[in-house]
T-cell receptor, first 111, second 115 residues
Framework: AQSVTQLDSHVSVSEGTPVLLRCNYS??????LFWYVQHPNKGLQLLLK??????LVKGINGFEAEFKKSETSFHLTKPSAHMSDAAEYFC?????????FGSGTKLNVKP | EPEVTQTPSHQVTQMGQEVILRCVPI?????FYWYRQILGQKVEFLVS????????KSEIFDDQFSVERPDGSNFTLKIRSTKLEDSAMYFC?????????????FGPGTRLTVL
């Protein structure tokens, strides 16, 4: 069975400082992993995905994530936060039938 | 860029009433999904739909729920007799061909409030 744990429900950073949003997964086989972002009153937008190619995945808006099989982690990072990054972020694991969502991490960016 | 659209953005209904939530998936996609998010909880899978039939459904998707693709563009979720606990944000998604590596493209959601 697949599951996802997002370790922080809220993360607060200052503009210009690094962002780290943590995600651990459980999967019975080699997973496909995604990060989605949701801005207020908007749909879920894909940031990036891992599908067993390169373990370091680059996404939109300067975000990237590293797949670490030994740690069953897929943490999302960005070197320098921007005010527009304030949103809720969801880590997702997929099997062939459905998506399994983490509980989400709300990112607050302080000026 | 093509988008998944959903209507209405917010639906308020009385307990026991039927509601239909509408979605227009991306036009060349073959797999369609409904998810829901109860306030403060995780986004949960409800159902997937392919080739005019349900391909998988979760334990949440009981006889009160049904899905349909009534024409070539719309994909609907019907709740026959709404309960208070059906209040949630409902997301529609679509993907090109249902592989686990596929990105699912999500709509903006319909917020359903059952009074």
């Amino acid at each position: 069975a697949q599951s996802v744990t997002q370790l922080d429900s809220h993360v607060s950073v200052s503009e210009g400082t690094p962002v780290l949003l943590r995600c651990n997964y459980s999967s019975s086989y080699s997973p496909s992993l995604f990060w989605y972002v949701q801005h207020p009153n908007k749909g879920l937008q894909l940031l990036l995905k891992y599908t067993s190619a390169a373990t370091l995945v680059k996404g939109i808006n300067g975000f990237e994530a590293e797949f670490k099989k030994s740690e069953t982690s897929f943490h999302l990072t960005k070197p320098s936060a921007h005010m527009s990054d304030a949103a809720e972020y969801f880590c997702v694991v997929s099997d062939q039938k459905r998506f399994y969502f983490g509980s989400g991490t709300k990112l607050n960016v302080k000026p | 860029e093509p988008e998944v659209t959903q209507t209405p953005s917010h639906q308020v209904t009385q307990m026991g009433q039927e509601v239909i939530l509408r979605c227009v998936p991306i036009s060349n996609h073959l797999y369609f999904y409904w998810y829901r998010q109860i306030l403060g909880q995780k986004v949960e899978f409800l159902v997937s739909f392919y080739n005019n039939e349900i391909s998988e459904k979760s334990e949440i998707f009981d006889d009160q729920f049904s899905v349909e693709r009534p024409d070539g563009s719309n994909f609907t979720l019907k709740i026959r007799s709404t309960k208070l606990e059906d209040s949630a944000m409902y997301f529609c998604a679509s993907d090109p061909d249902g592989r686990d590596t596929d990105t699912q493209y999500f709509g903006p959601g319909t917020r359903l409030t059952v009074l």
